[in-house]
């Protein structure tokens, strides 16, 4: 502090009487602003100014730059004593001029205290895992140490065959150890374990097996059996749920009778009898019973062929069927042909319907039956008009068509009903301002003033009121068209200062009403102000509702060359945001187009109009013996109430 005390003695003794004079802010101030702004971590090299002078901003950064080195120099002594990890410390590099200078102060403040600090630090920046002393590294287990002696890389110990993998399994080398994978599944019945091998599943044990309440349970190797609780006897068979079943030995054995015997089975057995005479179907004994005779079916009592014609056969019978029907060799009756799906599309053209002994023709729902009574031909649904609006026959049908502006309805399919283009999810978009719609159409509507429908009776487009001489500015002032009316403008020079160019009567987005200094013989102190322009511009800016990236409206172009030689004068320049920053809408950044520093104000957030505002924007060139001179640039931005 002692230092800082005579540096800021020093530059005080040099100013002149006349700089003393004019000084606001007593450098003790600046100094105490400084430190203060370095108490809160500011960054020393771009503090705000308190003052217009020169000095005082050299004593700001002084004072805030040893507030800072102190802190940091208090943070590294504390960290030794307290013998904790330093890595904090290094974790920027030194690059900066705070980092430079803190590890020089490190070096001043307590030389024991950095030295352990700074030893533990080197070793740990050293070693990837492990430090061991004497500067020797170490690797966790399932690493190797590198050449570099600091590193330490993945072991792959697949590769190596140090792995422990079983036959059957896939070793798979993971970062610092490995894995092993079993190629096979154990398959459907079996488990594997956590030791990587195939276990039985006891189904009958863990309760998945199916079997039913009349079977017990058996485990087998991969599956189960169910094996019945009631045994059968003989004669009987189990089926699957358990019951017992008679077999038909009759069936299921080949001859179990002798030659001349029958076999009749019985519940659990069967028994054998004697042949006797049966007559078949047709057929019947004669009086002495000792043979079988024809059966004359026709001459029976009862009519087998209801109504048509009976040829009697031997052991059976034949109807001859009327047109129209056909003989049921299986039921043996006369059943009706139905031709309609006897001849399936071969009688009539659409549809079939079968009637006793014959068939009718119809057609299907648009088409009319025909002179022949089988084909069918189309039937015009329009002369009947449908349709509330058009009509087209189609064959078999008809369809409805709506005129522009109309849509069919859902429901009838008949009925055209209006279309509220302002409802439709596009109606947002089909006018620039309104929407109003009428039957079977729509027309849209501008603000009541500042716009014109334009052409396409969509867009609203605004009307230069400076141009069509319905403006109200008198004659000392200038007419600024903004969106959606106008600004009548009027500016004077301040003192000292004088015009540049004409003025017109009409000012256009790009114009600009420039004052430079113009100081009186003798006048020093409008020759020491920095200030050498102001200047006035214009912008007009619709209201956004939707702002997705930053929006740039001005450039301020200077002649500074970018990374100009020191010796040539001016070498940077600085801009600078002073008023009018309405809801820090706007940002301005500094580029460089054409070997120049240019400043960009840019709208970085929507502002929602009518909202009038001034940025009062600053350039600063900045030498190496401080600022050389600054220019003041208005801009007049207008925000629309509209988004057009």
Not at 66 to 86: F, P, R, S
Not at 458 to 478: F, K, L
């Amino acid at each position: 502090e002692d230092l800082l005390l005579i540096t800021i003695q020093s530059i005080y003794s040099g100013l002149s009487r006349r700089q003393k004079k004019v000084q606001v802010i007593s450098i003790e101030d600046c100094c105490k602003d400084g430190q203060k702004r370095g108490n809160d971590n500011e960054e020393c090299a771009s503090l705000p100014l308190i003052s217009g002078s020169n000095t005082c901003r050299i004593v700001q950064e002084q004072c805030c730059v040893t507030v800072l080195e102190d802190n940091m120099c208090t943070t590294g002594i504390n960290m030794a004593k307290g013998q904790g990890a330093c890595e904090s410390l290094f974790t920027n590099t030194c690059e900066t001029k705070t980092t430079k200078v803190c590890l020089y102060l490190y070096v001043y403040c307590t030389y024991v205290y950095v030295f352990v600090c700074v030893c533990v630090c080197v070793c740990v920046w050293k070693c990837a895992h492990n430090c061991v002393g004497n500067d020797t590294c170490s690797c966790f287990k399932g690493y190797k140490l590198k050449p570099d002696g600091k590193s330490c890389e993945d072991i792959n110990e697949c590769l190596l065959g140090a792995s422990n993998c079983r036959g059957g399994e896939r070793c798979i080398n993971t970062e610092g150890s490995f894995r092993c994978q079993r190629e096979v599944s154990c398959g459907t019945g079996y488990e594997l374990t956590d030791n990587n091998n195939c276990k039985d599943i006891d189904e009958c044990e863990s309760g998945i097996h199916n079997c039913g309440p009349e079977f017990e349970c058996q485990n087998t190797q991969g599956s189960f059996r169910c094996l019945p609780k009631v045994k059968c006897g003989a004669g009987f068979i189990q089926d699957a749920l358990g019951n017992c079943i008679d077999i038909n030995e009759c069936v299921s054995q080949t001859s179990p009778c002798h030659r001349g015997q029958i076999c009749i089975n019985t519940v659990g057995s069967y028994i054998c009898q004697r042949n006797s005479v049966n007559c078949g179907r047709g057929y019947h004994l004669n009086e002495e019973g000792t043979r079988c005779v024809d059966i004359d079916e026709c001459k029976g009592p009862e009519r087998v062929c209801a109504g048509h014609g009976c040829i009697n056969l031997i052991g059976s019978y034949r109807c001859e069927c009327e047109t129209g029907y056909i003989f049921n060799s299986i039921s043996r009756v006369c059943e009706d042909i139905n031709e309609c799906r006897h001849y399936p599309g071969r009688l009539c053209a659409h549809k079939c319907e079968n009637t006793l002994g014959s068939y009718q023709c119809s057609c299907t729902t648009g088409f009319k039956l025909a002179a022949d009574g089988r084909n069918c031909d189309d039937l015009n649904e329009c002369e009947s008009n449908p349709c509330s609006q058009e009509c087209a026959n189609v064959y078999g049908s008809y369809q409805c068509y709506c005129r522009r502006g109309y849509q069919l309805s859902d429901i009838d399919g008949m009925t055209c009903e209006d279309i509220d283009e302002c409802a439709l999810p596009t109606g947002g978009h089909i006018c620039s301002y309104r929407c109003h719609n009428t039957p079977g159409s729509f027309h849209c509507s501008c603000p009541v003033s500042g716009y014109t429908l334009a052409p396409n009776g969509r867009s609203c487009q605004d009307i230069d009121e400076c141009v069509t001489g319905t403006h109200t500015c008198t004659v000392n002032q200038s007419c600024f068209n903004v969106q959606g009316g106008f600004r009548c403008l009027s500016f004077e020079c301040p003192n000292n200062y004088r015009r540049v160019g004409e003025t017109v009567v009409r000012l256009e987005r790009s114009d600009t009403i420039r004052c430079i200094k113009s100081c009186q013989p003798n006048d020093v102190a409008c020759v020491l102000d920095p200030m050498h322009s102001v200047s006035h511009s214009f912008i007009s800016l619709p209201t956004f509702r939707e702002f997705t990236k930053p929006e740039e409206i001005v450039f301020l172009r200077t002649t500074v060359p970018a990374y100009g030689s020191y010796h040539l004068g001016s070498y940077d320049v600085k801009f600078d945001i002073l008023e009018g920053n309405v809801e820090n809408a706007f940002d301005i950044i500094k580029r460089v187009e054409n070997g120049m520093y240019v400043g960009v104000v840019r709208q970085v957030k929507s502002l929602i109009g009518p909202l009038t505002t001034v940025l009062k924007l600053s350039t600063r060139n900045l030498t190496t013996q401080g600022d050389s001179g600054q220019n003041i640039i208005n801009v007049h931005v207008f925000v629309s109430e509209f988004w057009f």
